[in-house]
């Protein structure tokens, strides 16, 4: 669709402009090439990205009005995938975001990348495997190479505590993590985690411990870790600030936005 901003002052408002101006492709959950059940778009500036039944792809699109999407690279199946099928098994996913410094010297005007972040200059994608109570965290630096370096939660298994997810929905990016300045966090990723009634902050980077209280700091890869809760059964605040079903989460500035059910 295209968007008609109008002006009065010093305020504006816009106005959808219908029909659309273009339709990509069409629905079909038979036919490979078209999409199924899509569940979320995100644009980037060399294209977009779409979630439909249990696969992510990414699309080239130059957004000129004769321009045509060009496929680039998936990561899933269109029906669900076996075991042993070699395929990255993906149920019913419904969102992604993605982690991408400023450039390779700094996370953002204001702070530099530093040698205690080793991998700050990756590329990352981030997918909450809704089905499979997990989200993925995939390399995405080489185009057409997707690759899964890590997971938070335990693949077809609901938790309720720091170990994993119920149904996760939505999911943002905040870069650098709120803890840059004194640990080595590259990112803070927060997650919809619906039927936990809790929005979830992980954390990317390399922690000094891991989940049973060992001492952990590896520099050779990144890490995918709970990093704390707002809402849930296990640490409810009060009854009118709880959270109901969260499906959805944007960050502006320092807030973070959230669309329950």
Known sequence: YQLDVLTEGDRAHWDVLVPPSRTLRGHSCLNPTMFCDVSCVALVSTGFWV??????????????????????????????????SGVVPLLFPTAVAMY???????????FMITPFFPHATSELLFITDTGNHRVLMLNMTSIGQLEVIGQFGVTG???????????????????????????PVIANVFVADRRNHRLV?????????????????????????????????????RWNETLEEPVGVTLFRHYILVAEA
């Open 51 to 84: 979630v439909d039944r249990h696969r992510v792809i990414n699309f080239n699109f130059s957004w000129s009005p004769d321009a045509d999407e060009t496929w680039v690279e998936e990561i899933g199946q269109f029906n669900y995938a076996p075991d042993d």
């Open 100 to 110: 991408k410094p400023l450039n390779e010297t700094h996370f953002d005007e204001g």
């Open 157 to 183: 298994i609901a938790y309720e505590n720091s170990t994993g997810l119920d149904w996760p929905h939505g999911i943002a990016v905040a870069t650098p993590g709120a803890e840059a300045g004194f640990e």
């Open 201 to 237: 902050k992980l954390n990317v980077g390399y922690p000094l411990y891991d989940s049973e209280g060992r001492e952990l700091r590896m520099w050779d890869s990144l890490s995918l870790y709970y990093g704390g809760a707002y809402g849930g059964r296990d640490d409810p605040v």
